[in-house]
């Protein structure tokens, strides 16, 4: 595989693109193109070189003259900055030198620019961010986290087909079990959207469950949870805040009372298994489905260990080939 990395995108870039880069080629055999300042990069792979030895002829470099900042309005970037980090990368894709792409850059804009350069899957209506998420018993999957939020009911269901191939095909769950997001698990619960689209959910050929809540989703009750993107991503924060919030209650905690030092280690030890459960780092990143081409988008915070798992998550998407299927699928419904 030969994956294309936007080295600029990030709040930490471009140092720990650079580092997942070479972190990523001495654990794969895959080969990675950074995307980015030509004097950027080159200073960077000469500071990573005296701490790493890597192949370095599985690592080239395409100069872009333009980044997109993270706080840009998607569209506008996506149409105006055409020698950006992040456009290069979905042109080498678009024209077949590339694989895949990943970037930890403005979400928005990835997704803006691979329209404009992939365009969608033949009979995709929208693309769709799909975030791994955990549960007690080993991921999940979100569509949509924030791509789309407002949608139709036929959007919803194309979320639902979307994730159940790329559940299937990427993560390896046999017969995924597929969930509305809901306010409660009747089929009578819910609002206009959420109703229409578990009807037509229900019709579709997929392992389709009904409606569960918010408190479901970590109890691994469903494997594919669709909702419209503001409802994924509100759902996606909260948690997020949460997580931090019981990490900073139990180290307060600790720090209180004398008598939990002792504990403390065993505490750290427990704590750091927990944590690698909930680690986004080991994910990666989301896959933006319905573009014709892999796209992995990582978050803006990532660290060198996200940005090589994400290089890892990329070219297995590639290899899956389920951008075939997903036209495939949602042709054969729309038919």
Same mark, same amino acid.
Not at 99 to 115: E, H, P, R, T
Not at 180 to 198: F, P
């Given at each position: 595989m030969i994956l294309a990395l936007d080295v600029m995108g990030g709040d930490k870039a471009p140092d720990i693109n650079v580092e997942g880069a070479i972190l990523a080629v001495k654990q794969t055999d895959n080969n990675v193109i950074l995307v980015g300042k030509e004097d950027v990069?080159?200073?960077q792979l000469e500071k990573w070189s005296r701490k790493y030895k890597f192949p370095k002829e599985r690592i080239s470099v395409v100069n872009a003259t333009e980044?997109?900042?993270?706080?840009?309005?998607?569209? @506008?970037?996506?149409?105006?900055?055409?020698?950006?980090?992040?456009?290069?990368?979905?042109?080498?894709?678009?024209?077949?030198?590339?694989?895949?792409?990943?970037?930890?850059? @403005?979400?928005?804009?990835?997704?803006?620019?691979?329209?404009?350069?992939?365009? $969608?899957?033949?009979g995709v209506s929208r693309p769709v961010i799909s975030v791994p998420f955990p549960t007690i018993s080993g991921k999940c999957i979100i569509v949509d986290t924030g791509a789309n939020v407002d949608c139709k009911p036929e959007h919803l269901l194309q979320f639902g087909i979307m994730g159940n191939i790329y559940a299937k095909n990427v993560i390896g769950i046999? @017969?995924?079990?597929?969930?509305?997001?809901?306010?409660?698990?009747?089929?009578?619960?819910?609002?206009?959207?959420?109703?229409?689209?578990?009807?037509?959910l229900k019709k579709a050929n997929l392992n389709f469950i009904g409606n569960i809540e918010g408190g479901d989703v970590p109890k691994a009750k469903a494997d594919v949870i669709v909702c419209d993107g503001f409802v994924g991503n509100v759902f996606l924060k909260t948690s997020e805040g949460i997580a931090e919030m019981v990490t900073k209650f139990i180290k307060n905690s600790i720090k209180s009372n004398p008598l939990y030092w002792g504990a403390a280690p065993f505490l750290k030890l427990a704590m750091k298994k927990v944590k690698k459960k909930i680690d986004y780092d080991d994910v990666g990143g989301a896959p933006l489905l319905g573009v014709n081409g892999p796209c992995i988008i990582g978050h803006?915070?990532?660290?060198? $260990?996200?940005?090589?798992?994400?290089?890892?998550?990329?070219a297995k998407f590639a290899k899956s080939n389920i951008n075939k299927k997903i036209e495939e699928e949602v042709n054969n419904f729309n038919g």
């Open positions: 990069v080159a200073a980044v997109i900042e993270m706080d840009e309005h998607p569209a @506008n970037a996506a149409r105006h900055k055409k020698d950006s980090s992040m456009a290069v990368c979905c042109k080498l894709v678009a024209e077949g030198k590339a694989d895949a792409f990943v970037s930890m850059g @403005n979400s928005g804009a990835a997704m803006a620019v691979s329209l404009l350069y992939l365009k $969608r899957i033949p046999k @017969n995924p079990k597929v969930a509305v997001l809901s306010i409660g698990e009747e089929d009578t619960k819910g609002n206009e959207l959420t109703l229409q689209a578990s009807e037509l803006g915070k990532s660290n060198s $260990r996200a940005v090589k798992n994400a290089l890892i998550a990329a």
